[in-house]
C-alpha cells in the first residue's frame, strides 16, 4: 500500500489504521501489508536552506491536491490564500506563505539530523518502506548520511 506525501504524521497514522483494519476485515494478516509512503525530502546542512528548498513543492501539493490539503491540517483560509497565490504567481511566491512549522509537518526536510527523526516519525506513524523524492537531485549525496545516521539509531 503506498501512502500519500505531503500529509502530516497525525493523517498517516490514521490512514496505517484503516487500511490495517480493512485488511483484517478482509481476512488478512494486517502484519502481511507492507505499508509505503511517498516523502518529500529536503536536506542541507542548512536547515534554512532545506525548508526554503521544499515550499514551492509544499505550496503545489497544498493548492493542487484538494485530498492532500484536506488532510494536511492547515487552516482553510490559509490553504485558499495558498491555493490563490499559486493559481496567480506560481509556486515560488505561494511557498512564501508556507511556514517552517507546515514544511516540517508535512515533509522531511532539515539537516541530516532533522531527516533522521522525520524518517522516525514516519517510522513511528506505522510506515515501513519511505519512498524518497528529493526536492533537489544535488540533495542525493546529503542522503547517504541521513541512512549512515539511520542505520546507527
Do not use: H, K, W
Amino acid at each position: 500500500m503506498l501512502l500519500n506525501g505531503c500529509v502530516s504524521a497525525a493523517c498517516t497514522q490514521r490512514a496505517v489504521a484503516i487500511v490495517r483494519s480493512a485488511a483484517q476485515a478482509a481476512g488478512r494478516d494486517p502484519d502481511a501489508i507492507e505499508i509505503a509512503c511517498s516523502t518529500v525530502v529536503a536536506v542541507d546542512a542548512n536547515p534554512v536552506r532545506a525548508r526554503d528548498a521544499a515550499r514551492p513543492l509544499v505550496a503545489t501539493c497544498l493548492a493542487e491536491f484538494p485530498n492532500v490539503a484536506r488532510e494536511s491540517g492547515v487552516a482553510v483560509d490559509l490553504l485558499e490564500r495558498i491555493r490563490a497565490t499559486y493559481l496567480n504567481a506560481g509556486p515560488e511566491l505561494a511557498g512564501q506563505l508556507v511556514s517552517d512549522a507546515i514544511v516540517s509537518e508535512l515533509t522531511c526536510a532539515g539537516t541530516v539530523a532533522d531527516v533522521t527523526e522525520a524518517l522516525n516519525r514516519c517510522r513511528r506513524a506505522g510506515v515501513q518502506l519511505p519512498v524518497l523524492s528529493f526536492v533537489r537531485n544535488a540533495m542525493i549525496p546529503e542522503m547517504v548520511r541521513v541512512f549512515d545516521a539511520s542505520n546507527q539509531s
